[in-house]
Nanobody, 114 residues
């Protein structure tokens, strides 16, 4: 059973930075993409950033230029979040996509105070 463990969340003031990490409990075969998602209270989950194994990235418009997704060869995925805003407050979850299934982390809380 593969588990994804996220770390790096917390409380930060507006304008600050956080770096999220997501590590798999064991090696995963067939990974083709990884991503970060978030869900704020009362809102639907939204895709924040994705990265393919080829390095192609995609970002939610509201975070483009502030957030950077990256990965390493052990399939650990990172999300560097700069210039954080109160509207970035949410539970952030990582996802690793393989065929035939996706793996999800439990989520880590990010709270940005104004």
């Amino acid at each position: 059973q593969v588990e994804l463990v996220e770390s790096g969340g917390g409380l930060v003031q507006a304008g600050g930075s956080l770096r999220l990490s997501c590590r798999a409990s064991r090696s995963i075969l067939g990974v083709y993409a990884m991503g970060w998602y978030r869900q704020a209270p009362g809102k639907q989950r939204e895709q924040v950033a994705t990265i393919t194994v080829g390095g192609q990235t995609d970002y939610l418009d509201s975070v483009r230029g502030r957030f950077t997704i990256s990965r390493d060869l052990q399939n650990t995925v990172y999300l560097q979040m700069n210039t954080l805003k109160p509207e970035d407050t949410a539970v952030y979850s990582c996802m690793i996509a393989t065929r035939p299934r996706n793996y999800w982390g439990q989520g880590t809380q990010v709270t940005v105070s104004s």
